[in-house]
């Protein structure tokens, strides 16, 4: 017997069920957001999640919780559990904002007219296994998903989070044909949360009171820009130093492997809740919802995300490569790109994380 998630697939007719409880209204005269029918007719706002694993369903159920959007759309190739797991939300409707949810494995049946598609398919990272290591297996399934959302949603904002995410923001962009400013990754934005939240600890101040930002490859190579990490408009970065147990008779060099330290713990963090879960996905998801209500809020907030970062601090023309650097976001996307003053050290090492990056890039061929 099929299961319903609808009075309608019961056999129930939706149309006369509402005519009979409610009398018409006529519009008014002066009224243009409403019909005679009481339906808003302002522009509702749709996003589409591919991929219902673990960072797809806590990124969905977030946005949902946050109410974001009117119209959540969901993608997985597994029917079932795509299936329960729109149910599952669904059963939730008497708690939450208003909000329309609908499901199925092929793209083009519910992501068309999106106003966002987040892109979370691809294969779980395992335990041990660097975010590059993932690159083959996902490449292709991308080759499946982008054109596809591209076609259904010419006007869309793509924001890409799975991995290895710098890599397949720049795949997502040469498969989709869509302007550099409407292709986004995730990228450091959660990496530069653990950063703060980890120095906020430290200083015992609120994380969102730190200022402090990952930039470059989301993953091993990626750079603490120690330079501009500042609490109050205060820098903090001599603050630190000093208060390390070794710093009295230490020299730089000791000083430098602290903070070295410090960044390691950031890079480590998601490799350690993977041994102990199997998976991230509660910071992934609220990560990605802060970034989706900057973009369809048009809220103009500096966020550090991959971004075809050519031309800046030194990277190559001819390398178009993406990588994190902080970004001003908006309803159209990608607003503008902060030029950061980093110290040479901090170039040198983005630089480094550019080159790894876009030899990846360069050996696939788009």
């Not at 793209?107 to 106003?115: E, F, K, L, N, P």
């Not at 730190?210 to 205060?234: C, I, L, N, R, T």
Request: glycine content about 8%.
């Amino acid at each position: 017997m099929k299961k319903a998630c609808s009075l309608s697939e019961l056999g129930f007719d939706a149309d006369s069920a509402s005519s009979g409880l409610f009398r018409a209204v006529a519009a008014n005269g002066g009224d243009h957001h409403h019909d005679s029918s009481g339906t808003s007719m302002h522009r509702l706002t749709k996003v589409s999640v591919i991929g219902a694993g673990n960072v797809g369903m806590a990124i969905a159920q977030t946005i949902l919780t946050r109410g974001l959007a009117d119209e959540i759309a969901l993608v997985d190739a597994l029917p079932d559990k795509l299936r329960g797991e729109m149910l599952d939300l669904q059963h939730a409707a008497a708690f939450l904002p208003r909000t329309r949810l609908v499901s199925d494995t092929d793209i083009a049946a519910v992501t068309r007219g999106s106003d966002l598609a987040i892109v979370t398919a691809g294969a779980r990272q395992i335990p041990g296994e660097t975010r590059l290591n993932l690159l083959q297996r996902n490449v292709s399934l991308f080759r499946k998903i982008i054109p596809a959302l591209a076609q259904n949603s010419p006007e869309a904002l793509l924001l890409v989070v799975s991995n290895p995410v710098d890599i397949l923001t720049y795949v997502a962009w040469k498969l989709s044909g869509f302007p550099v400013s409407r292709v986004i990754g995730s990228g450091t934005n959660l990496d530069s949360s653990r950063f703060r939240f980890l120095l906020a600890e430290h200083l015992d101040v609120n994380a969102q009171d730190v200022q402090a930002y990952m930039v470059g490859e989301h993953g091993d190579s990626s750079v603490a820009v120690w330079s501009s990490v500042s609490v109050a408009g205060m820098p903090v970065l001599k603050t630190l130093q000093d208060s390390h147990t070794t710093s009295a008779s230490a020299s730089m060099i000791m000083k430098e492997e602290a903070l070295e330290g410090i960044r390691r713990a950031v890079v480590n963090s998601a490799y350690e809740v993977i041994g102990l879960k199997g998976y991230t996905s509660w910071a992934i998801g609220y990560s990605v919802a802060n970034l989706v209500a900057t973009l369809l809020r048009d809220q103009r907030r500096i966020h550090p995300v991959s971004v075809l970062a050519t031309g800046f601090h030194g990277i190559a023309d001819d390398h178009e490569v993406f990588l994190s650097l902080p970004a001003r976001l908006g309803r159209a996307g990608v607003l503008g790109v902060v030029d950061m003053e980093l110290t040479h050290e901090e170039t040198k090492r983005l630089r480094h994380s550019a080159k790894t990056i876009w030899e990846n890039c360069n050996q696939l061929g788009l």
